[in-house]
């Protein structure tokens, strides 16, 4: 069985930094692009961030562009986001997603259950 | 950059068949797939439909997707409603020109 598994949220100030993190099991993890996808409280979903197979090729959103590295650690079985520079419109549950391909064009075959992440001061 | 545009609401009496569209504002809906992911309050997403009119194993066969080339849409049909079904649903596919990917504004389906 898929499993995706975020942590790292958490409530941080304006202008600071998280990790999170994502850890994989029930698939092998170097053969799937990942996909970071966020919801702010109220809205709809905004993808964020993806990441091929072998971590060779990323994307950004523009609104996090600059901000935000999208890694993963296929030994560990693990995708990650750093997030530099928070702003309080960051606040969101950031959930990861699994690419049905290496390319990450088609997430969503697996979702994670969510990691929140509140800036406030 | 294009747009997916979904209605805000629908809303259908159990047993009945509601269809959610998902229009694309510019470039052929059938360039990319069309994927369609469901989120019940509190929940985190589930797909749904992928691939355009792919039903994961998982999901009932009430739930059916297609892409209409005339209308430049995609859809999500799902028949037979149950309350169970009460939830957002989203639509969303792969942008090129971004390397990365379009969400509807989503779709809150209501069963009464």
């Known amino acids: 069985e898929v499993r995706l598994l975020e942590s790292g949220g958490g409530l941080v100030q304006p202008g600071g930094s998280l990790r999170l993190s994502c850890a994989a099991s029930g698939f092998t993890f170097s053969n799937y692009a990942m996909t970071w996808v966020r919801q702010a409280p109220g809205r709809g979903l905004e993808w964020v961030s993806g990441?091929?197979?072998?971590?060779?090729?990323?994307s950004y959103s523009d609104s996090v562009k600059g901000r935000f590295t999208v890694s993963r650690d296929n030994s560990k079985y693990t995708l990650f986001l750093q997030m530099n520079s928070l702003r309080a419109d960051d606040t969101a549950v950031y959930y990861c997603?699994?690419?049905?391909?290496?390319?990450?064009?088609?997430?969503?075959?697996?979702w994670g259950q969510g990691t929140l992440v509140a800036v406030s001061s | 950059k294009f747009m997916l545009t979904q209605p805000h609401s629908v809303s259908e009496s159990p047993g009945k068949t509601v269809t959610i569209s998902c229009t694309r504002s510019s470039g052929r809906i059938a360039t990319n797939y069309v994927h369609w992911c469901q989120q019940r309050p509190g929940s985190a997403p589930t797909t749904v439909i992928y691939?355009?009119?792919?039903?994961p194993s998982a999901v009932p066969d009430r739930f059916s997707g297609s892409i209409d080339r005339s209308s430049n849409s995609a859809s999500l049909t799902i028949s037979g409603l149950k309350t169970e079904d009460e939830a957002d649903y989203y639509c969303y596919s792969f942008d090129s020109s971004i390397n990365g990917v379009v969400f509807g504004g989503g779709t809150r389906l209501t069963v009464l």
């Open positions: 997603a699994k690419d049905r391909g290496v390319a990450a064009t088609r997430p969503g075959d697996s």
């Open positions: 990441i091929t197979n072998n971590g060779d090729t990323t």
């Open positions: 691939e355009d009119d792919q039903r």
